[in-house]
């Protein structure tokens, strides 16, 4: 019964696959307050689909299937109704590759309690280290009933290949997130996207060195602290990403904007890139993505996590020293006479920067298909997803954007990360780094390189394997 469970989930998931997302597209429209998602978030299409779409056979789906396409038609009241009859007195159990999971439950709680005073529920938060949460999940999957309820997982290549391809998770679109974003359930192709994160170019600034072009970090002598794309698969699918047609040709228009001596240094990569580029089936411009991807790789100084790298660059020591790590780190520096957030520039709100500012992925949302709390884990869902409290325990840092676009505006009048830099007065500058530009701008002008999982799938075992052939630096 198990086996026909998972094969007919796994023929389900092919089928959905072929629509399947991506974390956002390059032309969001305006927004409020800078911070606002383009509807198409978790789309791979820049045009969000609103014909109507085939009909779904309810036979072929499970259990937990069923569950999710009664909750896409309710509010995020009538789910905690159901979630408080479902898991009052009950264990919860989520996992993820955020903690702040285990901070959105206990409010998560609360609001339930808002509804029914008498509710209790426990719960566990797991973030399983070192990738492992793929393997946790699909050992959990082989359950008739899983311990986990639901998750909140990044990398979108692993996702699509081990998660939804072969059934283990879910995808949940709530009702009134579904209407924030301008379409509906049956609508919307794709994973449900919590937050996208940014990764950003920052350099220290206390010496003569400035980088005015993504071309400068892979420059001779150049080793930029980067997370090792081993550690976090994130970090290898942004390099999958700049083969993609648009990003590629980023690349290019970045490249002819160096001098001719700078050009120079590079052509021959590029050069020796062009058949490569070619045995790949990349696009016209494959040859600069390569040639980028090679010099980064071979160049780069491997870093075990992103809050090392922050505090090394904020120290007025780094002189003369660039990483690309995630934006919100920036917001726990303490300062010191040595150590501060003016030490270092963001490379893409430099005047006269040019070409990519850094990488965009998801944190995604899904119940798992043998969810034991399934009406509870879309209950949480929606909450994450439709309110600002629910998106609070990772609202409060910059770099991170809700897929709502309520939630966005929201947050952002909350928190105001668009003048986080500024002082108490409310008008000078304190801190420019921290003036977060929002998403709109990051995926516009700031030229963000964004995770499309179905993209990184299909470049995985080519390019993927290209890399693994090249030479880390080992300074």
Not at 277 to 289: E, F, S, T, V
Not at 399 to 421: F, I, L, R
Request: overall charge negative.
């Amino acid at each position: 019964m198990k086996n026909m469970k998972k094969l007919t989930a796994l023929l389900l998931a092919g089928a959905m696959t072929l629509a399947l997302a991506a974390c956002g597209n390059s032309n969001p429209p305006a927004g409020n307050g800078g911070t606002s998602q383009p509807n198409t978030q978790g789309s791979s299409s820049s045009k969000q689909d609103t014909s109507t779409p085939p009909p779904v056979d309810d036979a072929n789906l499970t259990p937990t299937q069923k569950i999710i396409k009664e909750a896409e038609g309710m509010t995020l009241e009538e789910l905690a109704k159901k979630a408080i009859e479902e898991s009052n007195g009950k264990m919860f159990y989520g996992v993820g590759n955020s903690s702040r999971g285990k901070s959105a439950l206990p409010l998560f709680i609360d609001y339930l309690k808002t509804i029914d005073p008498s509710y209790n529920m426990e719960f566990e938060w797991q973030q399983p280290k070192n990738n492992k949460i793929f393997d946790q999940l699909t050992a959990d999957s082989l359950k008739d009933t899983g311990t986990f309820a639901m998750t909140l997982i990044q990398d979108g290549n692993q996702i699509e290949s081990k998660m939804v391809q072969t059934g283990i998770l879910d995808t949940f679109v709530p009702k009134e997130w579904a209407e924030a974003n301008g379409t509906t359930a049956d609508a919307y192709d794709g994973y449900l996207a919590l937050q996208t994160l940014n990764k950003v170019f920052m350099y220290n600034n206390t010496g003569s060195k400035s980088y005015d072009n993504c071309w400068d970090f892979v420059a001779e002598g150049e080793h930029g602290l980067y997370m090792d794309i081993d550690s976090e698969i994130v970090g290898k699918n942004f390099l999958y990403m700049l083969t993609e047609d648009t990003y590629a040709g980023w690349l290019k228009e970045a490249f002819n904007a160096l001098t001719a001596d700078e050009q120079a240094y590079f052509q021959p990569t590029i050069k020796a890139m062009e058949s490569e580029a070619a045995d790949l089936g990349l696009g016209a411009d494959g040859a600069y993505a390569l040639a980028w991807i090679k010099l980064w790789v071979e160049s780069y100084n491997a870093q075990t996590d992103d809050g090392p790298i922050c505090n090394t660059l904020v120290d007025k020591s780094a002189t003369d020293q660039f990483g690309l790590l995630v934006y919100s780190k920036l917001r726990s520096v303490e300062e010191s006479s040595s150590v501060s957030v003016n030490n270092i520039n963001v490379a893409a709100y430099d005047d006269g920067y040019t070409g990519i500012g850094g990488y965009g992925y998801c944190h995604y949302l899904f119940v798992t298909d043998n969810s034991p709390l399934p009406w509870t884990a879309c209950a949480f869902i929606a909450y994450m997803t439709e309110t600002v409290d629910g998106f609070s325990a990772w609202g409060k840092d910059m770099g991170g954007y809700s897929s709502n676009p309520t939630v966005a505006e929201g947050t952002e009048a909350q928190y105001g990360h668009s003048k986080g830099g500024m002082a108490e007065d409310g008008t000078t500058v304190q801190f420019e780094a921290k003036n977060d530009r929002g998403y709109e701008w990051w995926t516009t002008d700031g030229k963000l390189v964004l995770e499309d999982p179905e993209y990184c799938a299909s470049v995985s075992f080519t390019v993927g394997s290209w890399i693994e052939m090249l030479t880390k630096y080992s300074g």
